[in-house]
């Protein structure tokens, strides 16, 4: 790691807070955008993967600053908005349908709070199943969508900013948002806070341990950004919602757009990747290949 200034911070475990940990591997954040955006001069732009001795979480160290990061996501936009494509609508009805009929053996009414609402699809569904929907995101593009063309109740800031900071909800919703936080105690503790004695957490992020992870190595699809700086496995989300006084903890094993087709198609395209390289250029395997787990807990109070 070069780097011009101060860019970088190196983490402890996000999940334990201990510093205790092994070397994975490096990973070559090449192709995220994350440093051009914030006018970084790095030469080499890599980061290891570690993992913790004492709670197994794995994390990425350094990690560029949360202050830097936080201007990042609130004034530029995330790299996943920065050169938005044409409008294509709703590409993952599946999913978010399934995650509402999941959230509904729960809950069937009440108040959701989504953090990191993105372009709001999901809160949507969520709205037009009966729940009153709330939700926070800090990139103004995608919260201006969610605003603007889906009509929610959404508001372009971090939870601790919001006026729904104050109100206490029936569900809490956030679908790849906790790999990117370094900060899982005061993190938890917002979310906590704002949920009724008895409320759902429900979370969506990638599996470290899944096999299309393993396979994938440092060319892992969550690897791709800058952004991503927490992943993941059944045993280190268990201890971070056991530790957060939750219980009832459910973990399924799912693939991101839940369509078994089409993921089963890419992990066979990995499978082929992995075979020919090192003779084709360096790929990232997505993240939609059986490497996601969808979390529901319950919060004690
Ligand atoms: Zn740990």
Not at 85 to 114: H, S, W
Not at 225 to 238: D, Q
Request: charged fraction near 20%; charge should be positive; include cysteine.
């Amino acid at each position: 790691m070069k780097e011009t200034d101060s860019f970088f911070v190196d983490q402890i475990c996000p999940v334990c807070k201990t510093s205790l940990h092994t070397k994975v591997f490096s990973i070559n954040h090449r192709q995220s955008q994350v440093l051009d955006m914030l006018g970084a001069t790095v030469k080499e732009p890599y980061a290891d993967i570690v993992k913790c001795k004492e709670c197994q979480h794995n994390y990425m160290t350094p990690i560029i600053s949360d202050e830097k990061l936080t201007h990042y996501y609130s004034k530029i936009n995330s790299e996943f908005y920065a050169n938005p494509k044409p409008e294509v609508g709703n590409i993952n009805e599946k999913e978010y349908a399934d995650y509402t009929k999941l959230i509904q053996t729960k809950c069937k009414t009440g108040k959701v709070l989504e953090i990191g609402c993105g372009k709001g699809y999901l809160l949507k569904t969520l709205q037009d199943n009966g729940f009153e929907c709330y939700g926070v995101e800090p990139s103004p593009f995608a919260a201006g969508f969610a605003k603007e063309t889906l009509n929610l109740q959404v508001e372009n800031c971090f939870l601790h900013e919001s006026s729904f900071f104050n109100m206490k909800f029936d569900v809490v919703v956030m679908i790849d948002v906790v790999e990117h936080i370094s900060n899982m105690q005061r993190f938890m503790q917002q979310v906590s806070s704002v949920l009724k004695p008895g409320a759902i957490i429900f979370i969506g992020t990638g599996n470290i341990d899944s096999f299309n992870a393993r396979f994938a190595g440092s060319n892992w699809g969550y690897f791709v950004s800058w952004e991503h700086v927490s992943f993941f496995n059944l045993k280190s989300m268990r201890a971070l919602l056991t530790n957060f006084n939750y219980t009832d903890i459910e973990i399924r094993k799912t693939s991101l757009q839940h369509r078994p087709v089409k993921n089963t198609v890419e992990f066979i395209k990995n499978v082929a990747k992995k075979a020919i390289n090192p003779f084709v250029k360096r790929k990232f395997y997505h993240g939609i290949c059986y490497d996601h787990m969808i979390v529901m807990a319950k919060h004690k109070g």
